[in-house]
C-alpha cells in the first residue's frame, strides 16, 4: 500500500463516525480530494466532521447518500460560501479544542 492509499484508507476509518460520512457515495473520494488540494490530516478531519460536509450535501441535486466529492469541491470553491486558509484554520482550532 503506497503511503497516500494508507493515508486515505486511515482518514477514511478514523472518519466513518462523521456526522454526514452516509450522506456520500464514496467518503474516500472526499477525503481523497483534500489531499489533492493540499489539506493536512487534521485539517481534513476538521473539514469531514464539520457542517460544510451537510452543506455541500444538502446543496446536491443528487438523492441522500449519493451525493460526491464534487459537490464539495462545488461548495468549497462558491466564492459566496466564503471558504478560506482562514475559514479553514478557524475550523481547525474549533474542532481540536482543548
Do not use: C
Request: glycine share 2%; hydrophobic share 35%; aromatic share 14%.
Amino acid at each position: 500500500m503506497t503511503e497516500l492509499a494508507y493515508r486515505i484508507t486511515w482518514l477514511n476509518h478514523k472518519t466513518q463516525d462523521a456526522y454526514s460520512s452516509n450522506r456520500y457515495n464514496s467518503w474516500p473520494a472526499v477525503i481523497s480530494m483534500l489531499v489533492r488540494r493540499g489539506y493536512n490530516d487534521r485539517e481534513i478531519e476538521a473539514i469531514l466532521r464539520s457542517k460544510w460536509m451537510r452543506w455541500a450535501a444538502d446543496s446536491s441535486p443528487k438523492p441522500y447518500g449519493k451525493a460526491t466529492f464534487k459537490d464539495v469541491e462545488h461548495f468549497l470553491d462558491d466564492w459566496r460560501n466564503k471558504f478560506n486558509p482562514s475559514e479553514v484554520r478557524q475550523l481547525v482550532s474549533e474542532t481540536f479544542a482543548t
